[in-house]
Structures are given as structure tokens and as C-alpha cells.
């Protein structure tokens, strides 16, 4: 892939892995359609640099997600790259009587449903232009399940298995996946030890992008799926300790 004259857009790019993506591919001379539901961070990376075209959307709303894809294809039919970012996790057991309806729509909403919308809308568009590419961000526990994040790992087990499928379908896309290790953001503030940094995360994807790799394990996973192959007992006590 090409790294530079592209037209990128990117959910979750207000903050955590979006946002490192974001400021490298502007190092990188490219164009950036940011995605975010904060306004003023949104307004606060466009007057950083010109390249960036801020869109304010909530992907637990799916009208929303329409609108935006509306809007690419009305204003920006050059967009060439799509990545899939933006993701939410809460953590609960089932075993407890209080409704977490809102928190399972709202996982499976951001983390699947949209970007199975955003991707089919705007799956001709990419097609239609040179150099093309769809990111998909998922996650270790999309492999090996976490015990309290039940509906999470179902989501981003969904991703890997959507990207996958996604690759005998885009002939002329290239469908890659970021699959991370735990990542220092907002959403995994108090869980776990060893996170790696998110400019960490986006310099390991960069190289493997230029590659052309489509499956990206990022730190620490690399290692998970090797165990995983040999002994997924293993592994589930590795994610489960």
C-alpha cells in the first residue's frame, strides 16, 4: 500500500489508537475525514492542520452511520481508505440481575453493526479508486474470550471473522485487520499490565501496511496465537488469570 496522496477516514479518531493514526498518516501527507462524537476535539484536530475534515457522528446510531457514509460519497468520492476503529467495552457478568441491555446494544452497535453499514455503503466508492483499503481493528480477545467481556469478545470476534470473509468478496479492496495486544487508551484505564502505547501500535501497523500484510498481530498477540494453536487451555488461562 501506498502510504502518502491518500484520502483516509477514520472512527474513533478523536482520542487512543484513532487519534495516533490520524497524526501519522497527516505526517505522512494524507487526507483525514475524522470521525468522532466529541465536537470540540473534532473542531480542536481541524484547526491543528488543514487536512483534516471533522464529522461528528454517534456509531450507536445507525441513521447517523448512513448519513455519513451519505456524506463521503456526496463530497468526498476520492476516499480510498476506510478504518473501522472506534470501539467500546464494558465490563459485567451475566450472572447479575441488573439490565445491561443499553451496554450490549451499544457494544455490538459500535464495534460490529456499524462497521458492517459503513463498509457495505461505502464499499463501491473504494472500489472505484486506486490504491484502496479497508482497516478493520480488532482485538486479541476476538481470539481468546475474556470471562467478563462476554459481548465485547463476541464483537470483535465477529470483526475478525467479517474481515476475513470481507477478503473473497473485495476484489480489487485490500482487507486488512489490526489485531492488538492491550493498548494504554481511555477505555482500558485500570485493566491489565503490560499495555503497549497506541503510537506504538500505529508504527508496528505502518510497516506491515507498506507490506501489504493483511493480517496484522500487534506485541503481545503474536505470542497468544501460537500458545492458542498449541493449547487453548493455555491460552484461555492466560486472558482469564
Known amino acids: 500500500m501506498k502510504l502518502s ?5 477514520i472512527t474513533g479518531a478523536t482520542s487512543g489508537i484513532g487519534e495516533a493514526l490520524l497524526k501519522r498518516f497527516l505526517d505522512l501527507d494524507n487526507e483525514i475525514i475524522a470521525v468522532g462524537r466529541n ?83 461505502l464499499f463501491s466508492t473504494l472500489t472505484q479508486n486506486n490504491s ?7 482485538s486479541a480477545l476476538g481470539i481468546v474470550p475474556k470471562k467478563e467481556a462476554a459481548v465485547y469478545c463476541a464483537s470483535k470476534g465477529g470483526l475478525h471473522l467479517f474481515s476475513k470473509a470481507l477478503r473473497y468478496d473485495a476484489k480489487k479492496v485490500k482487507v486488512f485487520e489490526i489485531i492488538p495486544s492491550l493498548v494504554e487508551t481511555n477505555m482500558t484505564k485500570g485493566r491489565g499490565k503490560g499495555k503497549i502505547t497506541p503510537n506504538e501500535l500505529v508504527a508496528e501497523f ?24 498449541i493449547s487453548p487451555q493455555i491460552a484461555q488461562r492466560i486472558i482469564n488469570k
Open 132 to 138: 484502496s483499503a479497508i482497516v478493520n481493528i480488532s
Open 39 to 121: 465536537q470540540s476535539k473534532l473542531d480542536e484536530l481541524a484547526q491543528q492542520s488543514p487536512s483534516t475534515i471533522p464529522y461528528k457522528c454517534d456509531l450507536a446510531n445507525i441513521v447517523e452511520v448512513i448519513e455519513l457514509a451519505d456524506f463521503v460519497k456526496a463530497e468526498h468520492p476520492d476516499l480510498n481508505i476506510l478504518i473501522n476503529n472506534a470501539g467500546i467495552q464494558y465490563n459485567y457478568s451475566f450472572s447479575t440481575k441488573e439490565s445491561r441491555s443499553n451496554e450490549i446494544e451499544e457494544e455490538l452497535k459500535i464495534n460490529l453493526i456499524s462497521p458492517a453499514i459503513l463498509t457495505q455503503a
Open 5 to 9: 496522496g491518500n484520502k483516509i477516514l
Open 206 to 229: 505502518i510497516k506491515a501496511f507498506k507490506k501489504d500484510k493483511l493480517e496484522i498481530n500487534i506485541g503481545k498477540v503474536k505470542l497468544l496465537r501460537l500458545i492458542h494453536q
